[in-house]
């Protein structure tokens, strides 16, 4: 009895130093659309809401296509998570953080230089609310891959 014990005890050790010789994986880089990141002033809303997920970070934010670019080890980052459960994870965390202000979704699969821009002048924006309710109204008609609003700029 003692014996099988001892072997226990000494295949655990070797286990675990097994696995401390395991190198991590090195953090991968993603592109995401950002929803809701219609001005650059809610990139500090979104870097304010990244804190609460210590294992992203943000690497870079593009305003003009709505998207940015996150690192990550995927089995850290969002632990007992599928593989294509992922999105679908990182937007409820992103959403939860910011009071459903901003999400994360797949990236358009149109290529950019395939998009048309178009530049909507409005007239009487003149907060983040306003701003806010017409990025949302844009942002939901059939065929909109982006959107973005300054409310500074009209």
């Keep these: 009895m ?3 014990t001892a072997f226990f005890a000494l295949l ?12 991590p994986a090195p953090p991968q ?8 990141l219609f001005s650059p002033d809610r990139e500090t ?18 305003f003009e296509h709505a998207e940015g670019v996150f690192s990550y080890v995927p089995a ?10 992922i999105t679908k994870r990182f937007d409820e965390l992103i959403r ?10 797949s990236l358009i ?4 230089d395939k998009l048309t821009r178009i530049e909507i002048p409005v007239i009487g924006l003149d907060c ?16 909109v891959a982006a959107a973005t609003v300054d409310y500074k700029e009209g």
Aim: hydrophobic share 40%.
């Design 128 to 143: 983040q609310a306003c701003a806010l309710g017409t990025y949302e109204a844009i942002y939901k008609i059939d065929g």
């Design 96 to 105: 939860n953080a910011t009071h459903h202000t901003l999400g994360i979704a």
């Design 45 to 62: 809303m979104l870097r304010t809401a990244l804190e609460k997920m210590p294992n992203v970070k943000l690497v870079s934010v593009d």
């Design 2 to 4: 003692k014996s099988t």
């Design 29 to 36: 880089n993603f592109t995401y659309r950002i929803t809701g």
């Design 109 to 112: 699969t149109t290529p950019h």
């Design 76 to 85: 850290v980052a969002f632990k007992d998570t599928k593989p294509e459960d």
């Design 12 to 23: 655990a050790l070797a286990c675990a130093a097994f696995a401390a010789d395991e190198k």
